[in-house]
């Protein structure tokens, strides 16, 4: 028995007309599959509507209710096109979070799955229906509805994949698939046909916005292959694959860039023990997810420390910080909202030297003057200024992939 | 303790600032109430919404999805509900069908309510909370959601008002109360300060559209007093209680109007045993609901036959007894959808003679000629030409109650 999961975005069910494409594609290839299960997000437009409705009557809505309110969403999209499915004459059911047995922790607006229960989608399965999962949600133990954030229709289609022993789990998206780089940048990016799970959780987490990075690091912990591919066109899209299966890889796959960066830096900080688990711990205590850190130490005691954070919570990070003055002494803080963090991923760094010097090579060669640096077993990540980041995608994809 | 159940229906919830008004019109009570549930329709236009974008993909949609799609409606003016009265500082909790232990069968798009699980509901009003719960719609026992047909909002507030042992049933609407007659058409008519169950019965099957038959029908049975009253004004609406609490009733209360009924008549219908009862299975077969039945045996042992129905069902009525005609013989069928339905009601009726009299004479003294007739304990009902409907009314109206 053969057994594909597919996941529909927002963009992919826009409007009746798209959901309608969708119902057609999924139809057409059931010859290929003995069985189907097929997750959709709410529509396009349907989420930010009830969000929307809900900043008019409440400045601080409860979470519980925002829950309640938004798996709606999703609802209305999945038994939309199972009843589209349907019509073009192959049985069908639609089942929410809940009836799908996705259990969640109860962390309203961002819960994580816990376990599957899949009773129900191999009851409705083995019947011989397309089952057609609200993507996004699940319930607690409690039978409260929770949503899983941002991109959580991926982590759906991926939890899914993994209870049922899917043998592939399909990302349809408004994308042909993961690019070297981005396409509005720079002109000869070009699809890949196939990357592995560490380099597209790098590449998730540096700001490729293709994938969750839960979903990825759930796939390749059940080493479920994942390809991400357009639901408009026709194209192979990229395959996303365990490491052990690449014979040989280039250093460099892809160069990303992420400009909603902020850079904060706190001067005149005392080098003593304990000091910099405190600033940290007070980030952490405010859920403020801290990228790169670099410290130096100065003269007289006094060490001087970098960071970086989404720019969404530079604002909070820097009266965080702020807040400390008391404690710290004379430390000062400087932010700087007009930078960028360029980043080339790729396995093959792994076993090829010098990825880091051609880097900054390839950088300087042009004065661009790198402000932080940081890297991974597959990674390296410089923050240069905004200004410059265009260039610099268009300056290491030349380098490394052209 | 005191607890009071209230329904807000979909124009009161039209949009977001009328849920606001509401929300605020809940909270304004609070100090008269220990404890409150408010049960919520879908917001104005929301479930035809729903239902035209069933009817772009699916000429037949499974009721089982329909009733998925449209369980949306409540939970989003629900759950919007509950933050607009959090926000107003008033503790709130939205609570789905399911949650709200709204127990019913199977039957998609017209569940019946089998049983109320109130634990949930009692559990959240204990701790302070005003609880809002979705309309319309329940779960049956594998936890499917189920809908409670047209009007089965009504439905959902009076059976947990009865589950509940609620001290009263509000149900708040976009008219001031019930009207002795449809104030567009009698200039006289005034809003009723009390009613009974039984009239108010005879009234909602009858055509007044102000409350569903089955919620005043599950009212009456446990005795829950039920005001019907406007919105939007602060008038006192209209109070339905048990018939015992009357000292002494009018003859009649209110003159109701029905224009979509059709008839059929047919003639040459053989009179012989087991021939009525075939048509009528046939008829119930399709689930089409007959009104009233006349039957004359005329010469030569033929019979005719009219009924009333519903003019939705009219032609597949009519459609039904022509596949008949193989076997009953040379009847004929007439059709004629330029009929209404004009009832006077009221349980003063049972102590006083000569009501009927009274109607045919105030209608026969303008001419207008009466085509059927049907009488219950507490009504008297007329099938006349469409066009002289509205001056039935008002002769009618000047008659009993000016």
Redesign the interface.
Known sequence: MSLVVQKFGGTSVGD?NR??AV?ERVVSQKNKWDQMVVVVSAMGGETDR?ID??G???????K???D??L??GE??S???L???I??LGFPS??L?G??AGIMTDGEHLRARVRTIRPDRILKELDSGRIVVAAGFQGVDEF?E?TTLGRGGSDLTAVALAAALKADLCEIYTDVDGVYTADPRIVEKAVCLKEISFDEMMEMAVLGAKVLQPRAVDLAAKYKLPLIVRSSFGEGEGTLIKMEDDFLEAPAVSGVNCDKKQSKLTVLNVPDEPGIASKLFGKLAEHSIMIDMIVQNVGEKGLADISITVNRDFAEDAESIIDGLKSEFGKIEIIRNDEIAKVSVVGIGMKSQAGVAARVFSALSGSDINILMISTSEISISVIIDTKYSENAVKLLHKEFIE
Chains 1, 2 share one sequence.
């Open positions: 009746i959901l309608q119902a009830l409705m809900a008019v009557l409440s400045q601080n809505p409860q519980r209710e925002m309640l309110l798996t709606s609802r209305i999945s038994s939309l199972s009843i589209a349907n019509s059911i639609s929410t809940g009836q039978n509805e």
